[in-house]
């Protein structure tokens, strides 16, 4: 069964900075990669898909790369704001046409 | 806009009193999710229909069932609610295996 891995679990950091999101999963016979995000008692929020075939993805200051071949997804998240606190999940969807879903890495962003 | 509405936000049962979930779509999608989220835990994919066809998880209790009675409504139905089903349940949309669309969710409080 596919499991899929988030780390860091929390992540702290000070407003303006760079910093990347680790997904890491054990069956690469996937047909996409999905990172959400998750406020606090609220539904997922689609931030990038990622099809098989593609190596990343971007959106704004989101960056998402995928290697199949070594089972990695990363999540590139550019100048940092108090606004993107948030957990984020990362999904890959496999070929019943379910998500697995990672751990999750909380992010806190310091004004 | 489109999109993905669940309905109530907040629901509270009592133990073993029937309830039911509902979710509808404006996107057309062909594919119905429901998730079970607990606190500080990933989604977990409770089934899903594609199409017309149902398709439960191995480890779905029985307890849980679903309806989807056309294309933009599906219902999540808890026979006899314990109350270790308190939880968020997520709906959530796709066309075929592409990027999946969440609502904001309901959550349930079993008393």
């Known amino acids: 069964k596919q499991e899929v891995t988030q780390i860091p679990a929390a992540l702290s950091v000070p407003e303006g900075e760079n910093l990347v999101l680790n997904c890491s999963f054990t069956?690469?016979?996937?047909?996409?990669l999905q990172w959400f995000r998750q406020d606090p008692g609220k539904g997922l929020t689609s931030l990038l898909l990622i099809q098989s075939s593609q190596r990343e993805q971007t959106s704004g200051r989101l960056n998402a790369s995928l290697d199949k071949s070594s089972g990695r997804s990363t999540l590139y998240i550019a100048a940092s704001q108090p606004g993107d606190s948030a957990t984020y999940l990362c999904a890959v969807i496999g070929g019943a046409n379910n998500l697995f879903f990672g751990t999750g890495t909380r992010l806190t962003v310091i004004p | 806009d489109a999109m993905v509405i669940q309905n109530p936000r907040y629901q509270v049962t009592q133990f073993g009193k029937p309830v039911t979930l509902s979710c509808s779509q404006t996107l057309n999608h062909n594919v119905m999710y429901w998730y079970q989220q607990k606190s500080s835990q990933a989604p977990k994919l409770l089934f899903h229909y594609y199409d017309k066809d149902f398709n439960n998880e191995a480890d779905t209790p029985d307890n849980f069932q679903s309806r989807r009675p056309n294309t933009s409504f599906c219902f999540l139905d808890i026979r006899s609610p314990g109350l270790g089903d308190a939880a968020m349940y997520l709906c959530?949309?796709?066309?075929?295996?592409?990027?999946?669309?969440f609502g904001p969710g309901t959550r349930l409080t079993v008393t």
């Open positions: 959530a949309t796709s066309r075929d295996r592409y990027e999946q669309y």
């Open positions: 069956d690469s016979a996937i047909y996409n």
